[in-house]
């Protein structure tokens, strides 16, 4: 469901694009499995949308991205693959206490992308990384409005507001659903939480016209759900995506 922050975002700057979204409800979370396993769901999951006739996809998961965005580039050379970073960069610009939160699942923090983008832009800031462990799961179970997910986020972002942190990057897209939870968590401090979502839209407006994919304008757009898991899941996923439950 993570992905769905990515699709509402892709969706508000390219009106006339169709989407074809797919959600593996079946195999989540990715965060905790051992990375090879994670560079076969993910090339299933391109296999899928290839046969269906995508011509631009979206790794819309910072976990696959980190695990499997090389492995796709160099197996799909033919089509345009934007993965997820880490927006440690936007940041640590704006920061001005010189202390960055960055939230994510387990796997996307051992990820060389990580430890490239924090090195890079983070060498005079101290930057507090955490896993989000169960944030994924309250998304999952719809449970992110309870105040048993303004506790569980509380618990992990503490320490960072603690130790001063004033930006507080969103490094899982399961993560802007917790928004409101979050904010909650964070009453009395002045924290901005990032959101990569509308930069990733962007990058797939320039990648369409960069290889002439872009669709005419006015073109009647057709947005479609797909998923490993069953019509349930479908239809949680069609709910979401159209904001409502």
């Known amino acids: ?54 011509k631009l996809i979206v790794v819309a998961c910072n976990t696959a991205t980190a695990a499997a965005i090389d492995t796709l580039r160099a197996k799909y050379p033919h089509i345009p693959i934007v993965g997820m970073e880490p927006a440690v960069k936007p940041a640590c610009l704006r920061t001005k206490s010189r202390v960055v939160g960055v939230l ?46 303004v506790e569980r986020v509380r618990t992990v972002i503490r320490p960072m507001l603690e130790r001063g942190a004033d930006q507080i990057v969103l490094g899982c897209t399961h993560y802007p659903f917790l928004l409101d939870a979050l904010k909650k968590a964070a009453t009395g401090y002045a924290v901005e939480f990032v959101d990569p979502s509308d930069a990733v839209a962007r990058r797939v407006g320039q990648l369409l016209d960069e290889n002439n994919l872009r669709a005419d304008a006015g073109h009647r757009a057709q947005d479609e759900i797909e998923t490993f898991a069953g019509e349930a899941y479908r239809g949680l996923l069609a709910r979401k995506a159209a904001g409502t439950k």
């Open 1 to 54: 469901m993570g992905g769905l922050t990515i699709y509402r975002a892709v969706r508000r700057a390219l009106p006339d694009e169709s989407i074809l979204y797919l959600g593996d409800g079946k195999n989540c979370p990715y965060g905790e499995r051992p990375v090879e396993e994670i560079r076969q769901l993910s090339e299933a999951a391109v296999e899928l949308l290839l046969q269906r006739g995508c």
């Open 104 to 149: 994510a699942t387990e796997r996307s923090l051992d990820g060389d992308l990580f430890r490239r983008t924090a090195a890079r832009y983070g060498a005079d800031i101290e930057v507090i990384a955490a896993a989000g462990r169960g944030f994924v799961e309250l998304v999952e179970s719809d449970q992110e409005q309870t105040e048993e997910a």
